[in-house]
């Protein structure tokens, strides 16, 4: 006798719905994924992809700006010959991640997974039971259920964006030109991401924090290098200053401020945060518990307040991370579908602020040491040493290393480099598996490379013994 196959129905196909359901189809469920949008979700159509495809265009712009010192001429008699085609640009951006998309939906329906394209909503409470999912009317029922429906981003209480010169993050593409003096409100991850591709890319950009500095939460000592190189490529960085409202002029935007400043420009870009789309889908209905701030509680297992209803990604505000919405979702279906599970472990997430150069981060950060809740011994080696760091004329930067004291064991890093995003692999790697700092010294580099700044810092805390560092 055959066993009935397990139904597992998905509301949201970003990371966190369509890796859950290729586990679940490994494990030999019968999947439907419910989503409005499109598959890959906010991630691959407006976000994570769309902001880094803008972000390979300003970093090879700004490789191209440091031509001349590397003795290479890019002009035409004295014309400069570089300049942006935005239209092209942003198209290239959105196919890109329209591509991206569909990879994903044939990769889905490959496996034998049905796609629903409509908005769904929980039909629990009177109407029918939590697992059952309300697909602009089709009732799709399942023994688990994951809800993975994103965040969106947040306006300024007294600001809409307009989708013309008041923008979130998903509208900056259908714009007919580059900004060109573009205010960023908000330093945080995405403001200092776009803030840094605009200006390397012409637009005269403002950065409005309400924070002493930008990048608040990071790495200060990250925070600091990329606060200067900000400064010195001509950015007007305003910090301790906070938006109070943006509103239209003309053909341009006043943004004021809560001391009564005023700062002009022709577009404002608005990176106040995300808000959990976790309302009017029948979440209290159903006896899902939300916080205070909306995100639906889970447990380490994804597990929502409801049994057999399992929650993952940006809904969860766990961390808003597409690695992390993945793994939630893949740990939720392993969990539902009868594996065995670890619980996610967040202390060894990697992640990195795709600024030029990138700040990259994994494990203990310096604030946990700095407050004493973690002993750890400290090296923060510059990149201005590394000798292929001056051959590509990088000179911001550095390799910083968290070690246990007595034991070297890797506890953390921050890297601050051009493609940090891959530099700060060994350092995870270290943290997964427990490896000492000797054994990252131990490990051979490639000379010359940037990578041996990791090897380098690894042999610095051997140096100084990883009892005597401070
Ligand atoms: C500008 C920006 C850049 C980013 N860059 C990075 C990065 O470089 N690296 C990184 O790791 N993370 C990045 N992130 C974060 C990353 O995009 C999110 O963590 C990730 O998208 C979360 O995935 P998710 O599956 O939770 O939701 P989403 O990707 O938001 O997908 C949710 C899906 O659910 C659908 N949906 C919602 N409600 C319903 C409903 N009721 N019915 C049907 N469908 C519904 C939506 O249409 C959407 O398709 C970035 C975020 C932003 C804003």
Redesign the pocket.
Known sequence: MTLPRPRVAI???????YEAALVASQLGAEITV?????L??????T??VP??TLIESSSTMTSLGRAASLGLQLADGGNPVLGVDAPALYTRIKALAADQSNDIAEHLAAEGIRIIQ????LAGGPLGSPHTIDADGELVQADAVLI????S?RALPDGAADGERILT?RQIYDLPELPEELIVVGSGV?GA??ASAFQALGSQVTLVSSRERVLPHEDKDAAVVIEGVFRRRGMNVLGKSRAESVRRKGDGVVVTLADGREVTGSHCLLTVG?AP?TT??GLAEAGVHLDARGFIEVDRVSRTSVPGVYA????TGVL??????AMQ?RIAMWHALGESVHPIRLSHVA??I?TDPEIASVGVSQATVDRGEVPARVVKLPLATNPRAKMGGFRDGFVKIFARPGTGLVLGGVVVAPRASELILPLSIAIEQNLSVEQIAHTFSIYPSLSGSVTEAARTVMEFGTDAIA
């Open positions: 509301l949201g196909g970003g990371p966190g719905g419910i989503d409005e949008d499109g890959g979700g906010a991630c691959v159509l976000d994570c902001s880094k409509a908005r769904g909503r993975a429906t994103g965040a981003p993050c995405t991401e776009f995300m789309c009017g889908i993952a990604g940006d809904c808003m991370l597409a690695s992390v919405a979702g992640s990195t795709f």
